[in-house]
């Protein structure tokens, strides 16, 4: 299977503690973005990665999120000291800026977070 | 801050129906995107469309780029109950990002 694969699929944690996930995009797909998506709503974009940079992040992204993309390939979003409003899916998606279609973003399955 | 407006919000319709659906913008987009996102996985793309007036169709689905490059609307010919779920609409948004849309949630009946 060459789609987008995320890991864990689900993840509780206790309030205040640090969770990480991973996602793993596309072979080849240099650009990768993190969404968050709550339950009724559409994905919301949090931050995006061309490679191994990191050049947009959403103000959603409080000083406790954190990405890395260190080798241009997976990516790790780590919440620290996590609280209930942190409880969603997250979401990450990839594609490729050097060859069309350019705009076509691939979804992994998500990784639904419960925070109690 | 911009907003992708999906309509209808739901819908139930009885199998082998047609749907319609549309999403609308304040601003002009480049491209559109259709997903569907059925419980607990991620969304799937299911068409994108590249131009002011083109209509591309994927199987039972058709979707058309506006002419005012404000909206899009996506057809589903002849529903069946696998086709539950909720659909996305979304384009690129500045540089970098993307927008989704509200969702327009379909519920089939046998």
């Known amino acids: 299977d060459t789609g987008v694969s995320q890991d864990p699929r689900h993840k509780i944690t206790k309030r205040g503690q640090n969770v990480t996930f991973r996602c793993d995009p596309i072979?080849?797909?240099?650009?990768l973005y993190w969404y968050r998506q709550t339950l009724g709503q559409g994905p919301e974009f949090l931050t995006y990665?061309?490679?191994?940079?990191?050049?947009?992040k959403s103000r959603l992204l409080s000083d406790r999120f954190s990405a890395e993309r260190p080798k241009g390939s997976f990516s790790t979003l780590e919440i620290q000291r996590t609280e209930q409003g942190d409880s969603a899916m997250y979401l990450c998606?990839?594609?490729?800026?050097?060859?069309?279609?350019?705009?076509?973003?691939?979804f992994g399955p998500g990784t639904r977070l419960t925070v109690l | 801050g911009q907003q992708l407006n999906q309509s209808p919000q739901s819908m139930f319709i009885q199998e082998g129906e047609d749907v319609s659906m549309n999403c609308t913008s304040s601003s002009i987009f480049n491209t559109w995107l259709w997903y569907k996102q059925d419980p607990g996985e991620g969304p799937v793309l299911l068409i994108a469309l590249y131009k002011a007036g083109e209509l591309t169709s994927n199987g039972r689905l058709t979707a058309q780029f506006g002419i005012t490059r404000k909206d899009s609307f996506l057809n589903i010919s002849a529903s069946i109950p696998s086709d539950v779920g909720i659909y996305f609409c979304a384009g690129p948004w500045g540089t970098y990002k993307y927008i989704f849309g509200t969702g327009t949630r379909l519920k089939v009946l046998a």
């Open positions: 990665f061309q490679n191994e940079a990191q050049l947009e």
């Open positions: 998606a990839s594609n490729h800026e050097g060859y069309p279609p350019y705009n076509e973003q691939f």
């Open positions: 072979s080849e797909h240099n650009r």
